[in-house]
C-alpha cells in the first residue's frame, strides 16, 4: 500500500513538473470585441457569389428579418467550414430555416468564384439536413469586397484577425453576429456550434430589434482561438503518457515479486 501511495504521489508530480515547463499561452490577436447595439456599415459595398455588385443594406433587406452574419474567409480550412454547418444544423433544429445567412470574406484576395463554390457547399449541406421533408432552405449568400468594406465591417463588429501562416491565411474568432433587420448588432453567438433553442431566442429578438446580453467570450478564445495551447497540451500528455508507463511497470513488478515469492 505504501509503495502504490508513493507512485501515484510521483506519478502526480510528474504530470505537475510536465505541466509547468509547457509554455503559458500569450493572449490571442484573434477574437471578437462585442459591440451590442452597434450600427454596420451599410453603405458599403461588396460582391455577391453571382459577381454582382451589392450594398451591404440590400443584403441585409433581402432577409425580411434578422441575418445571421458570419465573417472568415471561403478558402479557410479550419474553423469557417465547421461554425457554417453549426448554424445550418442550429437553425435546422429550431425551426427557423427560413433565416439568412450571410458570409462575408475578410480577405480582399479572394473572388465572386471562391464565394460561389462555398455557397453551393452551404446549399448541399442545408439540403442534406432538410433530408425528404419539404421545408424552405435558409437563405445562404457569401460576399467578397475591397479592404475598405472589409475593414468596415469587421470594425463594426468588432472582429479581431490577422494575418496567419502556411497552414491557415487568417486568424480569426469563430462566432455568429445576430443583426436586427435594420443593421444593428442584437447578439452573439460564440462558437463553431450552437443550441438550436439559444439561436431561436437570438432571432426572434433580433427580429424585434432588441439587443441580447453579452457572450461569454472566455469560452470562445479558450476553445478556439489559443494558437500556443497545442504546446500546452502536447507537455500535459507527455506527464500522462509517462505515468501510464509507471504504472505498467509497477504492476509488473509487484506480478513478477509475488511470483517470485511462491
Known sequence: MRSLLALLLALAH??????????????????????????????????????????????????DGPTLLMLGYHRCPQLC???????????RQSGLSAAQVLFVSVDPSETA?????????????????AGAQPVQLPAI????????????LARSVGFLYQPGDAAARYSHPAGVVVVTPVGRVSRYLMGVRFDPAQLRTALLDAR????????????LLCAHFDPRAGAHS?????????AGIAALAWVAALAWRRREAR
Do not use: C, N, W
Open 141 to 152: 449568400e457569401r460576399l467578397v469586397g475591397p479592404p475598405a468594406s472589409i475593414a468596415a
Open 208 to 219: 424585434a430589434g432588441a439587443v441580447g446580453p453579452p457572450s461569454d467570450r472566455l469560452a
Open 234 to 242: 502536447q507537455a500535459v500528455m507527455i506527464g500522462i503518457r509517462v
Open 113 to 129: 468564384a471562391d464565394a460561389a463554390d462555398k455557397r453551393r457547399a452551404d446549399l448541399g449541406y442545408a439540403r442534406l439536413l
Open 14 to 63: 510528474a504530470a505537475a513538473f510536465a505541466q509547468a515547463l509547457a509554455p503559458t499561452p500569450s493572449a490571442p490577436a484573434a477574437a471578437f470585441t462585442q459591440h451590442l447595439g452597434g450600427e454596420l456599415p451599410l453603405d458599403a459595398f461588396f460582391t455577391d457569389s453571382a459577381g454582382r455588385a451589392v450594398r451591404l443594406a440590400d443584403e441585409l433587406a433581402r432577409a
Open 81 to 91: 467550414g465547421l461554425a457554417t454547418q453549426g448554424v445550418l444544423e442550429a437553425l
